[in-house]
C-alpha cells in the first residue's frame, strides 16, 4: 500500500448551493482522509492523502465516495495534472529558473504543452515522462504513476463531457 496526495474538484448541481452542508456526510462517508475545501458556493474540493494499492485505487475511490454523497455533483479536475513550469519546479524540488532554462535549452525535444502562450500549460505526466527518458532529475514512481492515473481520468472527464454536447 502507498500513500497518495491529490486534490478533487467538483461543482455541485446548483451553482449557489453552499457547500458546506456536505462537508459531514462526505467524511462520514470514507473521505475522513481529505481537507474539505468549501470557500466558494457551487464548488467543493477535496485534497486527499489516501493510501492504496494503486494511484488510480486511490483517486477512483475518492471520486466515487463524492458522487455517492452528492447527486449529480460533476467532476472538473483531479490534480496533480495541468501545470506550468513553476508548479513543476516546486514538485520537483528545483527553481523555476533551473526549468525554464532546461525548457528553453532542450527546444523542441521539451513536452509540447497543452496550452502555449504567457503561461503555458502541461500535464505533469508528459513532463515527468520526458524528465525520466533523459535521465535529468530522478522522478519518484509514485508521483509519476499519480499524474499518469490524473491525466488519464481528466482526459476521459473531458471525453465523457464532449460526448454530450451535441452540435447541429
Not at 3 to 32: H, M, W
Not at 119 to 126: D, F, M, Q, R, Y
Amino acid at each position: 500500500m502507498k500513500e497518495y496526495e491529490f486534490t478533487l474538484k467538483f461543482r455541485l448541481p446548483d451553482a449557489f448551493e453552499k457547500p458546506d452542508i456536505y462537508v459531514e456526510q462526505l467524511s462520514a462517508n470514507g473521505c475522513d482522509d481529505a481537507l474539505i475545501g468549501i470557500g466558494q458556493n457551487g464548488r467543493i474540493a477535496l485534497n486527499f492523502i489516501r493510501v492504496a494499492d494503486s494511484a488510480f485505487d486511490a483517486v477512483t475511490s475518492g471520486i466515487i465516495q463524492v458522487t455517492k454523497v452528492i447527486p449529480n455533483v460533476r467532476l472538473v479536475e483531479v490534480t496533480p495534472d495541468f501545470v506550468d513550469l513553476s508548479d513543476v519546479a516546486e514538485l520537483l524540488g528545483l527553481t523555476r529558473q533551473n526549468m525554464q532554462k532546461l525548457m528553453v535549452n532542450s527546444g523542441a525535444r521539451f513536452p509540447e504543452p497543452l496550452h502555449e502562450g504567457k503561461a503555458s500549460i502541461w500535464h505533469l505526466a508528459n513532463i515527468l515522462i520526458w524528465l525520466k527518458k533523459q535521465e535529468l532529475y530522478p522522478v519518484v514512481e509514485d508521483m509519476l504513476e499519480l499524474a499518469k492515473t490524473n491525466m488519464q481520468l481528466n482526459i476521459a472527464k473531458e471525453m465523457q463531457y464532449l460526448e454530450h454536447l451535441s452540435i447541429h
